[in-house]
């Protein structure tokens, strides 16, 4: 059996995948066939609760929560995805370059990482966020930065037992270079690894993104995100408000839980490929 194949008979994997491509067309595809305006403000409309022309409701500067929800998923997903790249695409060539050379490069590397698992990320990223103006990119680029330390640990580890199959020492004694044994050979063999551990980043991402913009340091408006959505509606929590919580607050968990459930579906359907 493919890893394909393997992949589509965990029906918590597929469940996942199938609820992952409905919020993609459901923030991407949706204001092009429910649209609304979402960048100025119609106090006269705040706070309506859900009903005709809204079906969930509006907030408090006016915007329809339904089209908002969208515009905020879009966000959130895109940070989420490129900040869970970056992470792994840092943790893959850092633990590679450490596992593969060893000696003392080996252990400099692996105690800078010691060093930054010890500092919370959430720390990290909120002085970040306060030194420069959050942006899409921005954030992306603070969450990577932040979060490639436990990939490299994993792809150091993988690399230390790649490195002593037959086939790479057979290419290390005919002279091919470091560079081109981690490129070349080392990463593509840990393809698994990677991408079990890019699904997981990419929802540890989310919830990053959610947690800085409820604290108020995410994207400036009328840009919005999940996180941002969620701070702004809790204030009105006590009134009753609940559709400006509920909505973000589902969305993310069902993100989240559906990018875990296809990450665990890929690590079982690459384990039995590994044990082979």
Known sequence: ??????????????????????????????????????SHTDLASARLSPGSGHPLGTDELGYDVLGRLMVAGRTSLI??????????????????????????LDTVLMRVVDTGVAIPALFLLLVAATLVTPSVGVLAL????????????????????????????????????RTRVVFRHIIPNAIGTVAVNATFQIADAILLVAYVS????????????WGAMLSKGITYTFDGAWWLILPPGIAIVLVVCAINFLGDGLRDAFAVKGRR
Not at 10 to 27: P, Q, Y
Not at 79 to 104: E, Q
Not at 214 to 225: I, K, R, S, Y
């Open 142 to 177: 603070l969450i990577g930065c932040v979060s490639w330390l436990v990939p490299a640990r994993l792809m150091r580890a993988e690399t230390v037992s790649l490195r002593e199959r037959d086939y790479i020492r057979a290419i290390t004694v005919l002279g091919a270079s």
């Open 214 to 225: 409820f604290l108020g340091l995410g994207v400036p408006a009328p840009a919005t995100d």
């Open 79 to 104: 940070i989420g995805v490129l900040a869970g790249l970056i992470a792994t695409a840092i943790g893959a060539v850092w633990g590679a370059v450490a596992g593969y050379t060893g000696g003392w």
């Open 1 to 38: 059996m493919t890893v394909l194949s393997r992949l589509l008979a965990r029906r918590t994997a597929v469940a996942g995948a199938i609820l992952l491509v409905l919020v993609v067309l459901f923030c991407f595809l949706g204001p092009l066939l429910y649209g609304t305006d979402q």
